[in-house]
């Protein structure tokens, strides 16, 4: 097997894990990465020995912001697994917050964020991922930290605030 196959193979599990992150629906999430692979390996002549997660990242990225455009509205996120009753404490209970908090975000945003927090990328990789300066990716995760907190810390009432004024 070539480099390149290799190295597109040894991504996958963080590509699914990314896209699951992204639509909360592992379905969507599993043919997201199908589609990037395919997409990848059509292409491999373009790759010119870059670095392939990056560039990975950034079709998945581009991939998922074009099914979201092509919706009427923007998706309904919720869990992959787990129980929303309200009777559910612990661990649980401040995990739906963050799931709550992570849907409550643009976009971009909650891409910038996952791929520094999730995936572990620097600043100057998601920069590449995004096809933005470091500082817009600068600003973006500084705008996710500061509405998850707001968010976490009013109990999610900021959030509801901000869709009902979308509507």
């Not at 870059?50 to 979201?68: F, K, M, P, S």
């Not at 409550?104 to 100057?124: C, I, K, M, P, S």
């Not at 600003?139 to 509405?147: E, G, I, P, V």
Request: aromatic share 4%; hydrophobic share 40%.
């Amino acid at each position: 097997m070539a480099a390149f196959e290799k190295n597109v193979e040894a991504t996958i599990p963080a590509l699914r894990r990314y896209a699951r992150a992204l639509t909360r629906d592992s379905e969507i999430a599993d043919n997201l990465v199908e589609r990037t692979l395919v997409r990848a390996l059509r292409s491999k002549h373009l790759f010119n020995g870059g670095v392939v997660r990056d560039r990975l990242y950034a079709i998945l990225t581009n991939l998922n912001h074009d099914r979201i455009s092509s919706l009427a509205r923007p998706p309904t996120l919720s869990p992959l697994e787990g129980n929303d009753s309200p009777d559910v404490m612990g661990s649980d209970a401040g995990g739906r917050d963050i799931e709550r908090a992570l849907s409550g975000l643009v976009e971009d945003q909650r891409n910038a964020f996952l791929l520094v927090v999730l995936e572990g990328l620097t600043y100057r990789e998601v920069a590449e991922v995004q096809g933005v300066p470091i500082s817009t990716v600068t600003t973006r995760l500084a705008r996710a930290r500061d509405a998850i907190k707001n968010a976490l810390e009013d109990g999610g009432r900021a959030m509801e605030e901000m869709k009902f004024m979308k509507e």
